[in-house]
């Protein structure tokens, strides 16, 4: 698509995010390239935009671990995309709740080497607040915490074409990044899960700046896809914007391509959408303070140290 059509449909969010601009965007999408051989790891991969990515990873060739909470959920997701694309034994399924660190260290120590690329996808929007055994609110244990143990854990085993991708959302582009851990008050579940999301795409430009020759870490947003997630948490949002919706498959696409381009086509610490990096603010006063995002950095290298050092023993 040209870059001026692009940019044209850019402020109109619901075509942008919806199907048409998938749709537009996608007439100029090249073929994917195959992924044999190649491992990768999807997190809430039974549902969704993560089982679509699962999917669509398998269909390209890769041997995918599932890293689900629920066995049967698991199983059923695995068995349909078995019979969907008859990917048997390269679907594998680790059980791990990753908002619970103590959790999150076993698949992480049972997971083959190398592994290539990991989809930290696993998402909630809590209708009122819930603090994890380890003490975090929940949307920070799910999308920040829990991504941050799984690469510190992963790090050993990661080579040079490793990479992270924090499944980030577009309503992130309208909060601010927050203090690390905190809420607002009172307790409101979109607005937590906006601004957790905002904190994945800061996470990725840490890890830019902390691990330059690590792994390549970005984050995304897949638009706004039909899932589970939004048919119950956001269910006035569901039925008034049915019709534009994307299928999963639309929101996994950018999913799909960024584990298949070249590794240096990768930007460290890049924000992508529909197959192009963009911006990670709109607003023209919004930027992340530099403080705040090393408080961030300092915070969840502090309460995941632990795990890493049980890791390591
Ligand atoms: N759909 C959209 O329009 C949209 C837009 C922006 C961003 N996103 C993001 O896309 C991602 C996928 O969401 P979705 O829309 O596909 O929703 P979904 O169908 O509800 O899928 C969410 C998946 O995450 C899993 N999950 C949640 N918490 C988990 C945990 N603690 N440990 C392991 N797995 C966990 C769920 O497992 P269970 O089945 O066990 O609950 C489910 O498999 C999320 O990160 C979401 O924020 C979606």
Same mark, same amino acid.
């Given at each position: 698509m040209p870059r001026l059509l692009d940019a044209l449909l850019g402020p109109f969010v619901p075509l942008s995010f919806g199907r048409p601009g998938l749709w537009l965007r996608g007439r100029s999408f090249a073929e994917l390239a195959r992924l044999d051989g190649r491992h990768a790891i999807v997190t809430g991969?039974?549902?969704g935009i993560g089982r679509a990515a699962t999917e669509a990873l398998v269909a390209l060739g890769a041997r995918v671990t599932m890293v689900c909470r629920d066995s049967s959920r698991a199983e059923l997701a695995r068995d349909e995309i078995v019979r969907a694309t008859s990917a048997g034994a390269r679907l594998a399924i680790e059980l791990c709740d990753v908002a619970r660190q103590g959790e999150v260290a076993a698949p992480a120590a049972r997971l083959d080497d190398p592994i290539d690329i990991v989809i930290h996808n696993a998402g909630v929007l809590p209708a009122h607040e819930v603090i994890t &055994?380890?003490?975090?609110?929940l949307t920070w244990a799910t999308h920040v915490v829990g991504p941050h143990l799984l690469m510190r854990l992963l790090r050993p085993r990661s080579t040079a074409a490793t990479r992270h991708v924090l499944v980030s959302?577009?309503?992130?582009?309208?909060a601010a990044l927050p203090a690390p851990g905190r809420v607002p008050t009172p307790y409101d579940g979109v607005r937590a899960y906006a601004e957790t999301k905002r904190a994945q795409v800061a996470l990725a430009t840490l890890w830019a700046e902390h691990d330059p020759e690590g792994p390549r870490v970005v984050a995304m947003h897949p638009g706004w896809a039909n899932t589970t997630a939004v048919q119950t948490s956001l269910p006035r949002f569901h039925a008034l914007m049915r019709p534009l919706l994307r299928a999963p498959g639309g929101g996994a696409d950018t999913l799909a391509w960024l584990g298949t381009i &070249?590794?240096?086509a990768l930007v460290r610490g890049g924000f992508y959408f529909d197959r192009a990096p963009r911006p990670t603010?709109?607003? &023209?006063?919004?930027h992340d303070p530099a403080p705040r995002k090393a408080e961030l950095w300092r915070w969840l290298e502090s309460i995941t140290q632990d795990h890493v050092d049980d890791a390591r023993r």
């Amino acid at each position: 698509m040209p870059r001026l059509l692009d940019a044209l449909l850019g402020p109109f969010v619901p075509l942008s995010f919806g199907r048409p601009g998938l749709w537009l965007r996608g007439r100029s999408f090249a073929e994917l390239a195959r992924l044999d051989g190649r491992h990768a790891i999807v997190t809430g991969a039974n549902s969704g935009i993560g089982r679509a990515a699962t999917e669509a990873l398998v269909a390209l060739g890769a041997r995918v671990t599932m890293v689900c909470r629920d066995s049967s959920r698991a199983e059923l997701a695995r068995d349909e995309i078995v019979r969907a694309t008859s990917a048997g034994a390269r679907l594998a399924i680790e059980l791990c709740d990753v908002a619970r660190q103590g959790e999150v260290a076993a698949p992480a120590a049972r997971l083959d080497d190398p592994i290539d690329i990991v989809i930290h996808n696993a998402g909630v929007l809590p209708a009122h607040e819930v603090i994890t &055994p380890d003490g975090i609110e929940l949307t920070w244990a799910t999308h920040v915490v829990g991504p941050h143990l799984l690469m510190r854990l992963l790090r050993p085993r990661s080579t040079a074409a490793t990479r992270h991708v924090l499944v980030s959302s577009g309503g992130m582009y309208l909060a601010a990044l927050p203090a690390p851990g905190r809420v607002p008050t009172p307790y409101d579940g979109v607005r937590a899960y906006a601004e957790t999301k905002r904190a994945q795409v800061a996470l990725a430009t840490l890890w830019a700046e902390h691990d330059p020759e690590g792994p390549r870490v970005v984050a995304m947003h897949p638009g706004w896809a039909n899932t589970t997630a939004v048919q119950t948490s956001l269910p006035r949002f569901h039925a008034l914007m049915r019709p534009l919706l994307r299928a999963p498959g639309g929101g996994a696409d950018t999913l799909a391509w960024l584990g298949t381009i &070249p590794i240096d086509a990768l930007v460290r610490g890049g924000f992508y959408f529909d197959r192009a990096p963009r911006p990670t603010h709109v607003l &023209p006063w919004g930027h992340d303070p530099a403080p705040r995002k090393a408080e961030l950095w300092r915070w969840l290298e502090s309460i995941t140290q632990d795990h890493v050092d049980d890791a390591r023993r």
